[in-house]
């Protein structure tokens, strides 16, 4: 069974910076993309960015395009979301995902693990 664990979540200013990461339990990681997903309030679940097993190629929502950015670290079975210029949208409880495919998606019926989200609060 593999459990995904985000933290790194808070309130923060607009303009700031989060660093969210997510830790995977198994021996398995680096063979899986993984991905990041967000949840704002009476809003569905969206993608925001996703990681290639190696690393070496990454994919993001235009909404997050040169704000946010997706690493991994395989050593520590961990994947990260670095968040900077925070705007009051980018509000939600953020989600970590293991992906079934090697290349990135950005539909939520392409990934069967879920974390259990950190919640992402920006004040104007």
């Known amino acids: 069974q593999v459990q995904l664990v985000e933290s790194g979540g808070g309130l923060v200013q607009a303009g700031g910076s989060l660093r969210l990461s997510c830790a995977a339990s198994?021996?398995?990681?680096?063979?899986?993309?993984m991905g990041w997903f967000r949840q704002a309030p009476g809003k569905e679940r969206e993608f925001v960015a996703a990681?290639?097993?190696?690393?070496?190629?990454?994919t993001y929502a235009d909404s997050v395009k040169g704000r946010f950015t997706i690493s991994r670290d395989n050593a520590k079975n961990t994947v990260y979301l670095q968040m900077n210029g925070l705007k009051p949208e980018d509000t939600a409880v953020y989600y970590c995902?293991?992906?079934?495919?090697?290349?990135?998606?950005?539909?939520?019926?392409?990934?069967?693990?879920w974390g259990q989200g950190t919640q992402v609060t920006i004040s104007s």
């Open positions: 990681i290639s097993r190696s690393g070496g190629s990454t």
């Open positions: 995902a293991r992906s079934k495919y090697y290349s990135a998606s950005y539909y939520r019926r392409d990934y069967d693990y």
């Open positions: 198994g021996r398995t990681f680096s063979s899986y993309t």
